[in-house]
């Protein structure tokens, strides 16, 4: 069983940047991808970013590409979200998952005032 903990949440102005941080424990993430999803209150859970574990492959919904950048260390056992130019809509729980395995972490709550 493999533990997702995220990390680097927090509350941010408009046009700020977060780092966002998934570490696996218990076991690695393997060679499978990692994905980032939010859930915005009153929301339902929609997809933010997911990498390969090569890092060759990213994708990103509409809404962050050019602000958000996604990486991995795998000798680490991390995966990373870089959020850059945040807006309000932003505001959300993000959570790390490997979606070949159904793991999920707990989630980090990110809040961009305006």
């Known amino acids: 069983q493999v533990q997702l903990v995220e990390s680097g949440g927090g509350l941010v102005q408009a046009g700020g940047s977060l780092r966002l941080s998934c570490t696996a424990s218990?076991?690695?993430?393997?060679?499978?991808?990692v994905g980032w999803y939010r859930q915005a209150p009153g929301k339902e859970r929609e997809f933010v970013a997911r990498?390969?574990?090569?890092?060759?492959?990213?994708y990103y919904t509409d809404s962050v590409k050019g602000r958000f950048t996604n990486s991995r260390d795998n000798a680490k056992n991390t995966v990373y979200l870089q959020m850059n130019s945040l807006k309000p809509e932003d505001t959300a729980v993000y959570y790390c998952?490997?979606?070949?395995?159904?793991?999920w972490g707990q989630g980090t709550q990110v809040t961009v005032s305006s």
């Open positions: 998952t490997v979606p070949v395995l159904n793991y």
């Open positions: 218990g076991r690695t993430f393997g060679t499978n991808d």
């Open positions: 990498i390969s574990w090569s890092t060759v492959s990213t």
